[in-house]
Nanobody
């Protein structure tokens, strides 16, 4: 069982920055496939940043150059640094893990990035990010 707790959300003006944190606990082996997702009201959940222990990080086009995913294994924490925020980045942001890293089925919790598809089976409660224009 993996427990994920996000923090660091808030309200910022357009052009501002925020860093989200996700404390990871409850595992016997460290999750190797982790990601950040977001969901705005009325919209589908989408991937924001993906981090694989053996392949590094990948981002969708809208996040490239603005968002950075990283982790601190000593603090057991996953981060999402978000710069140059735009009003369209307003959403609830979720930390998630595919643990163990695997594809189960092409369902709602399966996402592909960098040519790899995984089913994310552990999710945090989310952190709200609001960007004002």
């Amino acid at each position: 069982q993996v427990h994920l707790v996000e923090s660091g959300g808030g309200s910022v003006p357009a052009g501002g920055s925020l860093r989200l944190s996700c404390v990871v606990s409850g595992y016997t082996s460290r999750p190797a496939c982790m990601a950040w997702f977001r969901q705005a009201p009325g919209a589908e959940r989408e991937g924001v940043a993906f981090l694989y222990s053996d392949r590094g990080e990948t981002y969708p086009e809208f996040a490239q150059g603005r968002f950075t995913i990283s982790k601190d294994n000593v603090k057991n924490t996953l981060y999402l640094q978000m710069n140059s925020l735009k009003p369209e980045d307003t959403a609830r942001y979720y930390c998630a893990a595919s643990h163990p890293c695997r594809f189960v089925d092409p369902g709602a919790d399966t996402y592909c990035s960098g040519g790899y598809c995984y089913t994310y089976n552990f999710w945090g409660q989310g952190a709200q990010v609001t960007v004002s224009s």
